[in-house]
């Protein structure tokens, strides 16, 4: 072989070897389909994604899509199709496929974000993996707000009958229940849409997290805020990936990816909204919004017509085959201990 071939033999060679780790690198699109400064991108995605880059040396990226690429009502579905392959979505959302998460949903059980989404992780390994309802996905964590309480824009609801025919957005699942039973009328929407109801008078009022005025930008539409002690009762966002993509993945990178994962995206996500919603009600309170306190009697009504949620819970968990009461028990151990 003459001495200008062996050169472009082992040209040939080097460049193999130099696009090797570009062929490797595996890009995965979370849907960025809330606004940029809400806490799911600033204390969830961004930093799993930095998180991601690290611990397998820029094997894997993780990448914000730049607009939105389905409704968080679809994102099971974007997921499962390939159009995204990592989201961060609301449980109610997928109610016939995924029902034990909602044990963060019941009233009076939350006391932070962070606790409540360590909790409802640990609660899922320890109590809900064999229940397999997030079939074909692989459960990276979960985030829950900081529980729900009541905003007005006119009204104060300061007890049961205040509610009465009050018409509230709320998120889809135990939140609706509840206002039904409280006799308030209920309406759904994803949360990308709470600017719109508040600002155009669709709604009287929002059942969210103290969080949302301010990550929705409705600050200077509410008038009223009620605090109910413990809360309404948080709603859960797990944040899981494409089963066949995660599969792809190599042992060490799945391995690494896990170290990541977990508690430490779920405490970190809890974490976020929990600061998060301290700086909306510090912007409420600047703006002048009046808080009001639940007397004894609006907290003992509250109690009595809310019970059947749980009672709902526990059914949903025996017919999952989970041992409902223990779980409960164990989930409110890790939030209020």
Do not use: C
Not at 35 to 48: A, C, D, Q, S
Not at 147 to 161: D, F, H, L, R, Y
Request: glycine share 10%; aromatic share 8%; charged share 20%.
């Amino acid at each position: 072989m003459t001495h200008s071939k062996l050169f472009l033999v082992a040209g040939a060679v080097a460049g193999i070897s130099l696009a090797a780790p570009a062929l490797a690198q595996t890009k995965l699109v979370v849907d960025a389909y809330v606004p940029p400064k809400h806490p799911f991108v600033t204390g969830i995605m961004k930093p799993f994604s930095a998180d991601v880059k690290r611990v397998t040396s820029g094997r894997v990226l993780v990448e914000l899509s730049a607009s939105p690429l389905s409704s968080s009502r679809k994102q099971w579905e974007a997921v499962d199709k390939g159009i995204s392959d990592i989201a961060v979505q609301y449980t109610g959302w997928q109610r016939q496929r995924i029902k034990l998460p909602a044990v963060a949903h019941l009233p009076f059980g939350i006391s932070t974000a962070e606790k409540a989404s360590v909790g409802l992780w640990r609660t899922q390994q320890k109590f809900f993996n064999k229940a397999d309802e997030f079939k074909g996905m692989k459960l990276l964590g979960f985030t829950t707000h900081a529980g729900n309480q009541i905003t007005t824009a006119k009204q104060p609801i300061t007890s049961v009958a205040d509610l009465k025919g009050q018409k509230i957005r709320s998120s889809t699942g135990e939140p609706t229940q509840a206002l039904k039973m409280l006799g308030g009328v209920p309406v759904t929407a994803p949360g990308p849409k709470i600017f719109e109801f508040i600002s155009k008078g669709v709604v009287d009022g929002v059942m969210d997290g103290s969080h949302a005025p301010l990550a929705f930008r409705i600050v200077n539409y509410i008038k009223h805020a009620t605090q109910i002690p413990g809360t309404l009762g948080a709603i859960s966002f797990a944040i899981y990936m494409n089963g066949d993509k995660w599969d792809g993945l190599s042992a060490a990178d799945k391995a690494a990816i896990d170290g990541v994962a977990g508690e430490v995206i779920s405490g970190r996500g809890g974490k976020e909204m929990d600061d998060f919603s301290s700086r909306s009600v510090a912007a409420m309170k600047k703006a002048g919004v009046q808080f009001h306190q639940p007397s004894d009697a609006f907290m003992a009504d509250l109690k009595k017509m809310l019970a059947p949620l749980e009672a709902n819970w526990l059914a949903d968990a025996k017919s999952k085959g989970v041992d409902g009461q223990a779980a409960l028990a164990y989930y409110r151990q890790q939030v209020f201990n």
